[in-house]
């Protein structure tokens, strides 16, 4: 399995060689043009690399000449939650000048200069139990149906408030407030 960025997604038009005024032997591809994410092996010893987390640079920003590829558009799976990276308290995201270049990834020319191959991180907790869907409703109409949910709670809460009140009697809870209060100023 491959973990790509996609660059451009389009379609296009093929047919076999000598067919070209034949369109019934044409055939449209849709096709995604994209660059890799490659693995690379900085801190073995990391917490996150000790637990599975895979790392990785972005071969588009490691030479000057990145590898690009075109796919057909059906094989991709879909998104992949990637965080940004930061080694050995690096300021940025990409591999830090002491490393040096390793594995294909270019490091930065000098510390802290950021101009280095972009290191990344799998969340692969993220992956396995983030939302696999898409949402129903947007986030504005869940924030309004919440807020309509918790008037309608309070709308019982104070029902039923009332309702207590006029079973028991306003004597008894006037009653109970009173002996907290007094139990408060003994203490």
């Known amino acids: ?31 995604v043009f994209f660059s890799t ?5 900085l801190t073995p010893n990391a917490l996150m690399q000790r637990n599975g987390v895979p790392m990785f640079y972005d071969t588009a920003s490691s030479s000057n000449l990145p590898s690009l590829y075109i796919f057909s558009a059906k094989n991709v799976l879909g998104r992949v939650p990637l965080l940004p990276c930061f080694v050995d308290g690096n300021s940025t995201p990409t591999l830090p000048h002491r490393f040096g270049d390793r594995q ?15 290191l990344y991180e799998l969340n692969t907790w993220m992956w396995r139990y ?6 129903r409703v947007t986030v504005a109409e869940a924030e309004l149906q919440r807020k309509a949910h918790v008037t309608n709670a309070r709308k019982r809460a104070a029902a039923t408030l009332k309702h207590s009140r006029e079973e028991r009697g306003a004597d008894h809870y006037t ?8 139990e408060s100023g003994s203490d």
């Open 1 to 31: 399995m491959w973990y790509a960025r996609p660059q451009l997604f389009f379609r296009c038009t093929v047919c076999p060689t000598g067919s070209l005024q034949r369109q019934s032997q044409h055939k449209e591809l849709a096709l």
């Open 37 to 41: 994410f490659e693995p690379i092996s």
């Open 104 to 118: 294909g990834a270019v490091a930065d020319s000098r510390t802290g200069a950021g101009n280095g191959s972009r």
């Open 130 to 135: 983030g939302r696999g869907q898409r949402r």
């Open 175 to 182: 009653s109970r407030s009173q002996e907290a209060s007094e």
